[in-house]
């Protein structure tokens, strides 16, 4: 098994060296940029990111119902439950602290006047062209996010929210299923098998789904590179990439070895080369939902992480825990504020972090869904400083939607990293009653 893993994570590597060598070198052109269209990015989808998709609510629902019966006592459900959740909004409010720190420190935004106009210019242009971001960002609001995220915990239809693959109504729904069977003792026990065996099957048809990772990675980063260019990580936007990437090397590589550590005493470095195979498709795919499956069955099998606890933290947390999306949106933001010669107080600078960190939950674990959330944050800084005439157009995004993808698979991987670890904590709390045999971390 582990070298199957050694050679799977080899693979990828592999995969993502080639990719981004043929995007820069064959695909590149600054002249004709390619679209989403491009057969690269077709064959990167058909290949990888669908069948991840095609499993992603199947095996929400099998795990969490699983997970679930197999934690049994409603109490350490209710342990459980509410130490993820802290755990979760804590490490994205330390994210967006730390974020809001480095931007307004290092103040990426302040650039020569005459670039500024460029950017500007150039961006709000960019955004007029994409009406599809448009439709999506046009009414953002926080209330509205939460509105819409109660709605999605408390569905009128379960089947309505999975054909939507819309996963926090599913994740109630069997939660509320997997307690009644486990309530039901020997009347439910078959159903209870039903669910186990169903889910056993899907974790083998996900490791038959994940030896195609190479080869999708290598597709979708081909596209990434061909459509960005490598020439971008040192344009008039490196400073602002630049404060995201050590943003979060900062996170991924201290803050949560570290958490991690206090709560295990595990090498969190150990744990991490164990989970390589996930953290490397999530940045090749820029999907934490879609990198679900993978995610889950490396924790399973190669990291632990206990079934209980991974069956439910790691779905959760796929749908509603994005400590790197925190940290972009959080330093995007002051960016755009410091371009446009807008200076932030200390009291818009809190609204950046609150908002930011609320906002980042609202997040579909999808490509990009940071640039519309982010619409919510700018919102409310702009309702701060109301009175002052000074406030940030929508518009301004266009400025850093052109480095997105790169930066997006880079807060992807740390989202991610932030759900294996929070899993591998639960371990602590929920450990399986019959320990699977696992190499010492």
């Avoid at 795990?63 to 804590?90: E, H, Q, W």
């Avoid at 040192?234 to 958490?259: A, C, K, N, Q, S």
Wanted: hydrophobic share 55%; charged share 10%; aromatic share 8%.
């Amino acid at each position: 098994m582990k070298k199957s893993a050694n050679l799977l994570t080899l693979l990828i590597i592999l995969g993502m060296v080639l990719g981004v060598l043929f995007g820069q070198f064959l695909l590149f052109d600054p002249d004709n940029t390619i679209t989403g269209t491009h057969w690269t990015k077709t064959a990167g989808d058909l290949i990888l990111i669908r069948p991840l998709k095609l499993m992603v609510i199947p095996l929400i629902f099998f795990s969490v119902v699983v997970g679930i019966t197999r934690i049994g006592d409603p109490s350490k459900l209710g342990k459980l439950g509410g130490a993820t959740l802290l755990y979760y909004f804590a490490t994205m409010l330390i994210a967006v602290v730390l974020g809001t720190t480095l931007v307004t420190l290092v103040q990426p935004g302040d650039l020569p006047q005459e670039i500024q106009a460029e950017l500007v210019s150039g961006g709000e242009a960019a955004f007029d062209n994409n009406t599809d971001l448009q439709g999506k960002v046009k009414d953002q609001s926080m209330g509205g996010a939460w509105t819409n995220i109660l709605k999605q915990v408390i569905p009128s239809n379960v089947i309505a929210e999975m054909a939507a693959g819309r996963p926090l109504g599913l994740i109630v729904f069997a939660i509320l299923l997997g307690l009644a069977l486990a309530a039901g003792g020997d009347r439910t026990r078959a159903a209870r098998d039903f669910f186990d065996a169903g889910f056993e099957g899907l974790m083998i048809l996900i490791q038959w789904i994940i030896w195609l990772t190479p080869i999708g990675v290598f597709f979708l980063l081909a596209w990434t590179v061909g459509k960005i260019g490598m020439a971008q990580l040192i344009g008039p936007l490196g400073w602002y990439m630049g404060v995201v990437f050590v943003g979060l090397l900062l996170h991924m590589l201290i803050i949560l070895p570290l958490i991690l550590f206090l709560f295990t005493r595990i090498n969190p470095f150990g744990f991490m080369a164990r989970m390589k195979p996930a953290l490397l498709t999530a940045f090749g795919t820029d999907s934490s939902s879609a990198t679900l499956p993978v995610t889950m069955e490396t924790a399973e099998l190669h990291a632990g992480c206990s079934k209980r606890a991974s069956n439910f933290v790691l779905p959760l947390g796929s749908t509603i825990n994005m400590d790197g999306t925190a940290l972009y949106e959080a330093v995007a933001v002051v960016f755009l504020f410091q371009l446009y010669g807008i200076d932030l107080s200390m009291t818009e600078l809190l609204i950046v972090v609150i908002t930011a960190t609320l906002a980042a939950v609202g997040a579909a674990g999808i490509p990009s869904a940071g640039l519309v959330t982010m619409v919510i944050v700018i919102a409310a800084v702009n309702g701060s400083l109301e009175g002052s005439g000074l406030t940030l157009p929508v518009a301004a995004i266009g400025v850093i939607l052109g480095v997105d993808r790169i930066l997006d698979m880079c807060r992807t991987t740390v989202n991610v990293w932030g759900d294996a670890v929070g899993a591998r904590i639960m371990t602590q709390l929920t450990p399986d009653d019959v320990a699977e045999p696992a190499e010492p971390l």
